[in-house]
Nanobody, 118 residues
Framework: QVQLVESGGGLVQAGESLRLSCAAS????????MGWYRQAPGEQRELVAG???????NYADSVKGRFLISKDNAENTIDLQMNSLKPEDTAVYYC????????????WGQGIQVTVSS
């Protein structure tokens, strides 16, 4: 089992920055994949940014150049630095990790609200 706790969300104005952090109950070394997803009202959940255990990253086109995902091996956190925020970034953001157990298993955080006002 893995517990994930997100923090750092809130209300900001367009153009400002926020840093989300996901604290994991196990070492990030044990995860094959770590990602941040978001879901806006009436929309499907989408991948915002992901990072593999090898450090390879990928981003949604809508956030490239503005968001940066990273993992802290010492603190066991997965962080998302969000710059130049736009109103369309408003959503509930979720942290997800994938861990090889008997099979590859996904674990999700509870979600955290990010609201960007215009």
């Amino acid at each position: 089992q893995v517990q994930l706790v997100e923090s750092g969300g809130g209300l900001v104005q367009a153009g400002e920055s926020l840093r989300l952090s996901c604290a994991a109950s196990r070492s990030v070394f044990s995860f094959n994949f770590m990602g941040w997803y978001r879901q806006a009202p009436g929309e499907q959940r989408e991948l915002v940014a992901g990072i593999t255990k090898y450090g390879t990253t990928n981003y949604a086109d809508s956030v490239k150049g503005r968001f940066l995902i990273s993992k802290d091996n010492a603190e066991n956190t997965i962080d998302l630095q969000m710059n130049s925020l736009k109103p369309e970034d408003t959503a509930v953001y979720y942290c997800k990790v994938s861990r090889q157990e008997i099979r590859l298993t996904d674990y999700w955080g509870q979600g955290i609200q990010v609201t960007v006002s215009s």
